[in-house]
């Protein structure tokens, strides 16, 4: 697992939605489609799948305590990667060591196995943040930006 950096610019896509199990089929359709368009292949995307519901779940379980919040998850279409930010607003957490893989619940240590890069940036008090990339494994060339719904 690397120490990735955030994209630059603006999301191509952005969903903010209410933190409730009922968002995450929306968050799972609109990756879906977006990885399609960037041109990642089927294995990749379900592991987009797999590791964005993993990580949309641990907000809508553990980010805000049985109170109302919400989520956002951000997209970037990249020439050879689709990136993916998922982020709360609630409750933050403490890894329990300093090895990110051994400090984490099985949860996330689900997303660091199946994303090409992962980083994790969580805090007590200040929400937590989830960056996965997920690579083009056809060796194609895919879109410098994905096309504007507009």
């Known amino acids: ?20 199990p009922e968002s995450l089929t929306m968050v799972r359709q609109a990756l879906t489609g977006m990885a399609e368009v960037v041109g990642i292949g089927e294995e990749a995307i379900e592991d987009l799948k797999v590791a964005v519901t993993e990580a949309c779940t641990n907000v809508v379980v553990h980010a805000y305590a049985g109170r109302p919040g919400s989520m956002e998850v951000d997209s970037w279409g990249e020439p050879a990667r689709l990136v993916v930010l998922v982020r709360d607003f ?22 660091a196995s199946l994303a090409s890069e992962v980083r994790i940036s969580a805090g007590a008090e200040a ?3 989830v960056l996965m990339a997920f690579e083009r494994r056809d060796g194609g060339a895919a879109p410098d930006r994905v096309p504007s719904a507009g």
């Not at 697992?1 to 409730?20: N, Y």
């Not at 609630?90 to 997303?111: A, C, H, K, M």
Request: avoid cysteine; charged fraction near 20%.
């Open 127 to 129: 929400g937590t943040e």
């Open 1 to 20: 697992m690397t120490e990735m950096p955030r994209p630059s610019g603006p999301p191509d896509v952005r969903l903010r939605l209410p933190a409730t």
């Open 90 to 111: 609630g409750t933050g957490f403490v890894p329990r060591v300093q090895s990110v893989r051994q400090g984490l619940g099985l949860g996330l240590q689900l997303i």
